[in-house]
């Protein structure tokens, strides 16, 4: 669990991560240099979820090397498939990173919501729904293994 206090919030408890994969963890279906690591590294402290429609069928292969829980979703709508998701973990305790339409809810619905911008860009809703914005994952990741960042970023 990582747990910090926000001067102006309060207490953050957060025991899960769920991701996004396509856009999020991979381009064009390929994980991104050094997630695999931090996702092993935050595995330790966190439950973590990749939760995604898998469009380029990768995702399982990809992560057969992290200690991560998959779920490849269903055709329909994917916003609430993902913040449905995220209310049966118990939303309190989640932080959520994402970057496509399809994560809006999700951001929204997390406790901790991160958008990242990367090379497949990230829709302006989501964005406008994120606590935080990243340039890319690898920062994103490396935020919740230092919660000094996240405080001196969401401090009121």
Do not use: H, W
């Amino acid at each position: 669990m990582i747990t910090t206090d926000i001067p102006g919030t309060g207490l953050m408890q957060i025991s899960n991560l769920v991701l996004d994969y396509n856009g999020t963890l991979a381009i064009d279906g390929s994980l991104i240099n050094g997630v695999e690591e931090r996702l092993n590294r935050l595995a330790e402290e966190l439950t973590v979820y990749v939760v995604t429609a898998d469009t380029f069928g990768k995702a399982a292969v990809n992560l057969k090397n992290t200690n991560c829980n998959l779920t490849i979703l269903g055709k329909g709508n994917q916003q609430q498939q993902k913040a449905g998701f995220i209310e049966k973990l118990g939303a309190q305790q989640v932080a959520a990173i994402g970057n496509g339409l399809n994560d809006t809810l999700m951001l929204e619905t997390a406790a901790l919501g991160i958008a990242v911008v990367q090379q497949e860009g990230a829709a302006v809703k989501t964005l406008q729904k994120a606590d935080i914005v990243f340039n890319n994952i690898n920062d994103a990741l490396d935020l919740l293994q230092n919660p000094l960042r996240l405080k001196a970023t969401l401090r009121v």
